[in-house]
């Protein structure tokens, strides 16, 4: 199937940068998880460029495990991602809001209503990015001892995931006419219950806001295990992957397709836009610097326990020779399953140590990461495109808001002379800039 020639891209918004190093850089300010004008300085570099969404990751705890690395972290000083982008609504036009939230522990009435509203405060830019929890805290912030297993979160998600359309669903498009010399708000024949009962939720509805301006916010979604992979296929519209090299990608990428294709959606209706860390330098060398700048402002210690938690808890480092070579194969994770897979397969393509995973974990989490000059850095943009391995990518900063500065004002006028990337907006909804359909109204079709 044809797709338009221009990738799409997205800003992945964490407040310092990725770098777990970075809020020590003297360009980023101290506070900027909780400073909202850092956020607004940010979002405005995004729109200026057209970048079609800001995507905020979240999750609903502490995750580090010893005060030791929590010390080191400023990863646990950030605002919610709903309360920060309904503020950013208000300062921003075109550009689309992604907030992430987890299945596991939340309820669908809550966040149908949120995002609901996110999409009505933004006319139509708002998007769920779609997750089960993986990190073993957030249970017992919930009165839980431990994490539901993998299987049963994928499989209350798909229901969640359901019930949330429902819900938004609940009133037809024109449903609220807001009559005043009759005296009739709403006309009722328009409004529908969903009298959900599954395995996992009850939920009567209806939900208390009009119908979204999107239909539905856009739905994104970031799991790669093969039930993620199921789960992206069958219910994903934007797909927030890692993939680390060109033949990873598109194996990934041609495997969603075909399973998308096989439940009868279009390759244009899911698109592939895995994670892309780019370090800018006008020379090799100074991208190299600014990387092992970043290196010296991270402790060793933070560096491991990453690791060990990326790898699934499954096997403790410190006891380890790091200079010996990492294991085809690890036990199984109950956690971030696809993220161990990832990891394994890197250090076997590469045959690493496992002092060089340590680092490629710390630098990358497994995305794809590119230290060179503008033109180096949109040469492998172009051919992870051209060669069927993205759709476009989440662009990820080491640092905010100078590492994402750079790549606007040097990598995008690279793309957009290679005709890659636009130079405008198409439309003023979040579905209208990336190519997607609005969905219709269940209830409204079956009449």
């Known amino acids: 199937m044809q797709r338009n020639d221009e990738m799409k891209l997205g800003l992945f918004l964490w407040a310092s940068g990725y770098h777990e190093g970075a809020w020590r850089d003297p360009s980023v300010p101290a506070n900027c998880g909780v400073d909202i004008g850092h956020y607004i300085q940010v979002a405005a570099l995004a729109v200026g460029a057209a970048f079609h969404f800001i995507f905020l990751a979240d999750t609903p ?76 805290r957030e249970a017992a912030n919930f009165g839980e001892e431990d994490l539901p297993d993998h299987h049963t979160r994928y499989a209350r998600a798909r229901e969640f995931v359901e019930v949330v359309k429902g819900l938004w669903d609940s009133w037809e498009d024109d449903a609220f006419i807001r009559d005043k010399k009759s005296g009739i708000f709403a006309d009722t024949t328009k409004l529908h219950l969903l009298n959900h009962r599954g395995d996992y939720l009850s939920v009567r509805g209806p939900l208390n806001i ?33 993939a680390p090299y060109l033949e990873h990608g598109q194996n990934y990428y041609a495997s969603l397709k075909d399973k998308a294709r096989a439940l009868g959606r279009q390759d244009d209706q899911v698109l592939v836009m895995p994670g892309f860390i780019p370090i800018v330098g006008r020379t090799k060398q100074e991208a190299a610097d600014k990387l092992e700048r970043l290196h010296s402002y991270e402790h060793i210690d933070v560096q491991i326990e990453m690791a060990n938690r990326g790898l699934g808890s499954v096997v403790e480092l410190r006891s380890l020779n790091l200079d010996s070579l990492v294991p085809e194969t690890l036990p199984q994770s109950h956690f971030i399953q696809s993220r161990q897979k990832v990891y394994l397969d890197v250090a076997a393509r590469q045959k690493f140590t496992w002092r060089e995973l340590i680092r490629f974990i710390s630098d990358s989490k497994g995305h794809l990461m590119v230290v060179g000059t503008p033109d180096e850095i949109a040469n492998v943009m172009v051919e992870t495109f051209n060669q069927r391995a993205a759709d476009g990518f989440n662009v990820i900063p080491v640092t905010l808001p100078g590492g994402f500065k750079d790549f606007v004002d040097l990598v995008v006028p690279e793309l957009r002379r290679r005709g890659k990337f636009r130079s405008r907006y198409s439309g003023s909804t979040l579905r209208e800039n990336l190519g997607l359909k609005r969905p219709p109204n269940r209830f409204a079709q079956a009449i």
């Open 210 to 242: 009009a119908r979204p301006p999107q239909g539905y916010p856009v739905l994104v979604q970031a799991g790669a295990s093969d039930t993620g992979i199921e789960f992206a296929a069958e219910i994903s519209e934007v797909v927030f992957t890692t």
């Open 61 to 136: 705890s502490v995750s580090e495990l010893e005060d030791a690395h929590i010390a080191r972290s400023s990863r646990n000083d950030v605002f919610e991602p709903i309360t920060l982008l309904s503020a950013l609504s208000s300062r921003t036009q075109n550009i689309g809001l992604i907030g992430t939230a987890t299945t596991t522990y939340n309820q669908p009435y809550h966040l149908a209503r949120m995002f609901g509203s996110l999409d009505h405060l933004s006319r139509g830019r708002a998007g769920w990015n779609i997750v089960t929890s993986g990190f073993k």
